[in-house]
């Protein structure tokens, strides 16, 4: 149980980091006006989205629904439904983002950076409804 938390917590991490640049990335690219940079953006937002940010967030929820099929307790305890609707927060909030991506790949200047600048918030107020949730456990 040990390591599989271990690798949990490891993947989160991966998973918020590419969250959390992924929409700076876009706030570079919706401020950027030269082809040959946004076509940088492109290739670095795919590369995390494919090789960091969807593999990380993938183990996050197998090691996470691992722990909890080892120990389903945790699903009658009222801070672990609170921390599962904060999870599916930055479900979303992954899945916008390759939405995001897939339309600036085509209407680069979609949506303002300003909207992305607020966008890159969210994740990290999930996370820290996460955080609480796991290690003050409020209710």
């Given at each position: 149980m040990l390591w599989i938390k271990a690798v949990h917590v490891i993947m989160v991490i991966s998973w918020m980091a590419g969250l959390l640049y992924l929409y700076r990335l876009f706030v570079y690219h919706a401020m950027e006006t030269e082809q040959v940079v946004?076509?940088?953006?492109?290739?670095?937002?795919?590369?995390?989205?494919?090789?960091?940010?969807?593999?990380?967030?993938?183990?996050?929820?197998?090691?996470?629904?691992?722990?909890?099929?080892?120990?389903?307790?945790?699903?009658k305890m009222p801070w672990m439904h609170a921390k599962l609707?904060?999870?599916?927060?930055?479900?979303?909030?992954h899945v916008q983002g390759m939405y995001y991506r897939q339309r600036l790949l085509t209407e680069p200047t979609a949506y303002s950076h300003k909207k992305f600048r607020v966008l890159n918030e969210v994740p990290t107020l999930l996370m820290i409804g996460i955080v609480i949730m796991v290690i003050v456990r409020p209710f």
């Open positions: 946004r076509e940088r953006l492109q290739v670095m937002e795919r590369r995390l989205i494919r090789g960091i940010a969807t593999p990380a967030g993938v183990l996050s929820l197998a090691t996470g629904i691992s722990m909890l099929v080892l120990n389903p307790s945790y699903l609707t904060f999870v599916l927060g930055l479900l979303v909030s």
